[in-house]
């Protein structure tokens, strides 16, 4: 089945720094190649320096001179969040661009981080969290655009108050909902802050459909020896373009939250296909699970109490 092409234009980037968390491989190495191609610097904070190494190998081969460099984060360790806010405060350049991309999605177990938070919790939000906490002055510098990357999962579901590490009964998809939920109504959190504080910072909401990422892939150190069943189906599916896009394609409603001009503030981005799953980007109607102010706000009080850090307008 031939496939409609689907792309977006990015505007020149030319003196713009962007950070990147999740760009060592798929629809995050996409998202880094396009920044840098329209100019940009892009930072890519990476778990892995080899996969690093090769992930910018790949950028300059394919864009000539691009500004592209890594630096060390594991988002599953607030000390290395920590460190990482260190180095870039340390240099001192402005951010203009930050796209909270990376995550991890259903261990076949129970996992915890090394600050003992659920796994996903704590990567997909807590340490994403974190980090924009520790950058907020280079943020702030750059009147910065923050996009999260959420998921249709959060279309439905519920953040799980009364056991948020799922300690007394793990359902791994349940959990990766919570985190995706809770990812997003920060977002939308932040956005209203910096608007009432006058900080100076927008931020929006993207997700990317259903492509074959590595999220479902072989993860030997989250206990998953091969990809899952669902992956493999939706490999197939994109292949053939039946509801599910590509990795290129679902780089693209991130791409187009961070850098359109008229990506607004507080907006949700993502494929505008039959229910989401693939399709050109444009903007959508908020999920249900995202829309409440007040659970907005306990999100973002509990999130400060369990990483040790606040997000103000210092």
């Known amino acids: 089945?031939?496939?409609?092409?689907?792309?977006?234009?990015?505007?020149?980037?030319?003196?713009?720094?962007?950070?990147?968390?999740?760009?060592?491989?798929?629809?995050?190495?996409?998202?880094?190649?396009?920044?840098?191609?329209a100019g940009a610097e892009v930072i890519i904070p990476v778990r892995n320096p080899a996969k690093g190494d090769a992930a910018v190998a790949r950028i300059k081969q394919s864009v000539p001179g691009a500004n592209v460099s890594l630096r060390s984060l594991e988002l599953s360790s607030l000390a290395s969040v920590a460190a990482l806010g260190d180095t870039l405060r340390a240099e001192g350049d402005p951010i203009h661009l930050l796209i909270n991309n990376a995550g991890v999605m259903t261990p076949p177990d129970h996992q915890t981080t090394?600050?003992?938070?659920?796994?996903?919790?704590?990567?997909?939000?807590?340490?994403?969290?974190?980090?924009?906490?520790?950058?907020?002055?280079?943020?702030?510098?750059?009147?910065?655009?923050?996009?999260?990357?959420?998921?249709?999962?959060?279309?439905?579901?519920?953040?799980?108050?009364?056991?948020?590490?799922?300690?007394?009964?793990?359902?791994?998809?349940q959990a990766y909902r919570q985190s995706k939920i809770a990812f997003g109504l920060f977002g939308l959190e932040l956005d209203r802050r910096s608007t009432a504080h006058g900080w100076g910072i927008t931020s929006n909401l993207s997700h990317p459909g259903v492509a074959p990422t590595n999220l479902l892939a072989?993860?030997?150190?989250?206990?998953?020896?091969?990809?899952?069943?669902?992956?493999?189906?939706?490999?197939?599916l994109s292949a053939r373009g039946i509801l599910a896009g590509t990795v290129e394609t679902a780089a693209l409603p991130a791409l187009m939250a961070a850098t359109g001009p008229q990506a607004g503030p507080g907006a949700l981005y993502s494929p505008s296909g039959f229910g989401?799953?693939?399709?050109?980007?444009?903007?959508?109607?908020?999920?249900?699970?995202?829309i409440s102010a007040d659970e907005a706000a306990r999100v973002w009080d509990v999130s400060e109490q369990l990483t040790g850090t606040a997000i103000s307008a210092v």
Not at 15 to 36: F, H, I, N, Q
Not at 225 to 235: N, Y
Not at 276 to 290: F, H, I, K, V, W
């Open 218 to 236: 072989a993860r030997p150190e989250l206990g998953r020896a091969q990809e899952t069943r669902g992956r493999r189906m939706i490999r197939w």
């Open 276 to 290: 989401n799953t693939s399709g050109a980007p444009a903007e959508q109607r908020m999920y249900p699970p995202l």
């Open 114 to 173: 090394a600050d003992g938070f659920e796994l996903q919790l704590g990567t997909n939000h807590l340490g994403h969290f974190a980090l924009v906490a520790h950058l907020m002055p280079l943020l702030r510098a750059g009147q910065a655009r923050v996009t999260s990357q959420v998921s249709v999962a959060a279309r439905s579901g519920r953040i799980n108050w009364d056991d948020l590490n799922w300690e007394r009964s793990y359902d791994g998809m």
């Open 1 to 37: 089945m031939s496939r409609t092409p689907i792309d977006i234009i990015i505007p020149d980037l030319t003196g713009k720094r962007a950070v990147v968390t999740g760009a060592s491989d798929g629809m995050g190495l996409v998202m880094a190649r396009r920044l840098a191609a």
